[in-house]
């Protein structure tokens, strides 16, 4: 999907734009979860705001479909010697189960999926996890879906959010998941955000 993400400008864009921002917050409450050291994968990793946290205390993976976030990461933490999967959260289908994570990571990047391609995604982390892995995930919150920049906007509530992930699975009829927690917090205005813990079943 050709994005405004997808070109050099419209990354260094987005950089700019999240100066100040980065998800530790999140990523502290990964940390109440699971031990330090452990392996993490972070969906939508972009210029790497995140992840470069998430290398503090964890094994890390990163991922993007976005060529021009990989090219931009690579020429300036090269040295740092952190995995970039060429993968967005829509694509973990075809990722190698061989590599099993303690926890999957995202933050405002699940939004961006269809319901299907969300349900999908669901399938496929629980399959990269090992067992009794934890995910964190942050959305928009409200009850709007828009598009921008050729990208879909979805916004939850916590009830929609937890209703998504507590869908029984597919295979044996069991719920996949365990929500721990749904928690709002403020990013941009007052409690705009929600940050979901669960636990693969």
Request: charged share 20%; hydrophobic share 40%; net charge negative.
């Amino acid at each position: 999907m050709v994005s405004i993400y997808s070109t050099d400008r419209g990354v260094e864009e987005y950089v700019a734009m999240c100066e100040g921002q980065d998800g530790r917050a999140l990523i502290d409450r990964l940390c109440q979860l699971i031990p330090v050291g452990s392996k993490v994968l972070e969906l939508g990793s972009g210029p790497g705001i995140d992840l470069l946290i998430l290398a503090e205390f964890f094994s890390v993976t990163g991922s993007d479909p976005s060529p021009a976030f990989r090219r931009r990461f690579a020429r300036l933490h090269d040295d740092e010697g952190i995995d970039y999967l060429d993968l967005g959260a829509q694509d973990l289908g075809v990722a190698d189960p061989a590599h099993l994570y303690a926890a999957i990571y995202s933050n405002k990047v699940l939004h961006h999926l269809s319901p299907d391609e969300h349900q999908a995604t669901l399938v496929a982390q629980r399959r990269l996890l090992t067992s009794g892995g934890v995910v964190v995930h942050s959305y928009w919150c409200g009850q709007n879906v828009e598009q921008h920049g050729g990208m879909l906007f979805h916004q939850y509530t916590a009830d929609a959010l937890e209703q998504l992930w507590q869908a029984n699975d597919t295979v044996s009829g069991k719920p996949a998941w365990t929500v721990l927690d749904i928690t709002a917090y403020s990013e941009l205005g007052f409690e705009d955000s929600l940050c979901l813990t669960a636990r693969a079943t």
